[in-house]
């Protein structure tokens, strides 16, 4: 892949990304709050988004979106991922939902 | 109690709606509203078509340190605290809307939420009354419920450290088998 596809594949990524989550922080606002692992600032902020604004963020070429593990949970997921391992999702969710949402820097 | 504004009235009527739905008792109704006892066995008849059941609310703090019950009960107490920090929402819709993401999480899991609603707010309430905490885990750090003051300083949750015959209920072995069955059958 070079370098150009590489930023047209970046790009699309962004703009799924910031288009799933306005739809989600639209359709559902505390749930999205949840799922997107972001306050309530945030929410309101990525809601309000005009598409052209949405546009314009997308069009980067750096990611967005980020990883959401620290190393203890990514560690646990990898050590066991062949394993048939009891409740796995209901374990991360346990992990993910104690971690502090992304919030707006001050 | 005495509803005076006609809205606030209809906006309990909707989320006692939404509680009757997700099968709450009518005492937990009765806390939460100001509606009166033969409004809301109306409302509830209504909504279910049967009359409410009878008979006290669970009101163990045991349950939830058993095993099923105590990953579950942890899983409802890390959204419900999520979503108390980070939704700006007062605290019945964010009881019930932490309700239902958890039974979604269980979900995906294949599995059926063990937590009812009324338990769910019979646990809050245990947590108001700090009857009950969470503690971290030592091995993954996940939070988990637990007696208020229980000793826990090296403290493993159950699905780091499960029980031998965790999860394997009379119920699931037959479904496993089943499952096992079927693709010996489709192998063939």
């Known amino acids: 892949m070079n370098t150009a596809q590489l930023h047209q594949e970046i790009q ?5 990304y910031m288009l799933l989550a306005r739809q989600m922080i639209q359709d559902d606002e505390a749930g999205a709050i949840f799922r997107l692992g972001i306050n309530q600032e945030m929410a ?24 959401r593990f620290d190393e203890r949970l990514l560690l646990n997921m990898i050590t066991d991922y062949n394993e048939d391992r009891l409740m796995a999702h209901t374990h991360s969710a346990i992990l993910m939902a104690k971690r502090p949402a992304e919030a707006l820097a001050a | 109690m005495r509803n005076k504004s006609v809205v606030t ?21 009765q806390e939460e509203t100001a509606l009166s006892r033969e409004r809301l066995i109306r409302l509830y008849k209504e909504v279910r078509g049967k009359s409410p059941s009878k008979g006290m609310l ?9 095993w ?26 964010t009881f019930i809307k932490s309700y239902q993401l958890y039974t979604e999480q269980v979900q995906i899991d294949g599995e059926k939420p063990v937590l009812s ?16 905490q969470v503690t971290e885990c030592k091995e993954c750090g996940g939070e988990f419920v637990i007696h208020a003051n229980e000793l826990c300083k090296h403290y493993l949750c159950g699905i780091c450290h499960a029980p031998s015959r965790a999860g394997k209920s009379k119920k699931n072995i037959v479904a496993a088998a089943a499952t096992h069955d079927m693709g010996l059958a489709m192998a063939h």
């Not at chain 1, 699309?12 to 799924?16: I, P, R, T, W």
């Open chain 2, 117 to 132: 609603i009324t338990r769910a707010w019979v646990l809050l309430r245990f947590f108001n009354a700090k009857m009950m």
């Open chain 1, 12 to 16: 699309e990524a962004n703009l799924s």
């Open chain 2, 58 to 66: 669970p009101y163990s703090t045991d349950w939830f340190i058993s």
């Open chain 2, 68 to 93: 099923a019950p105590n990953i579950h009960s942890s899983l409802f107490m890390n959204i419900y605290k999520f979503m108390q920090e980070n939704v700006g929402k007062n605290a019945i819709e």
């Open chain 2, 9 to 29: 009235e209809a906006y309990q009527i909707q989320f006692s709606i939404e509680l009757i739905k997700l099968g709450a008792r009518l005492q937990l109704l």
């Open chain 1, 44 to 67: 309101d902020l990525i809601g309000g988004l005009s598409p052209a604004q949405l546009l314009k963020m997308a069009a980067s070429n750096m990611l967005l979106c980020r990883f």
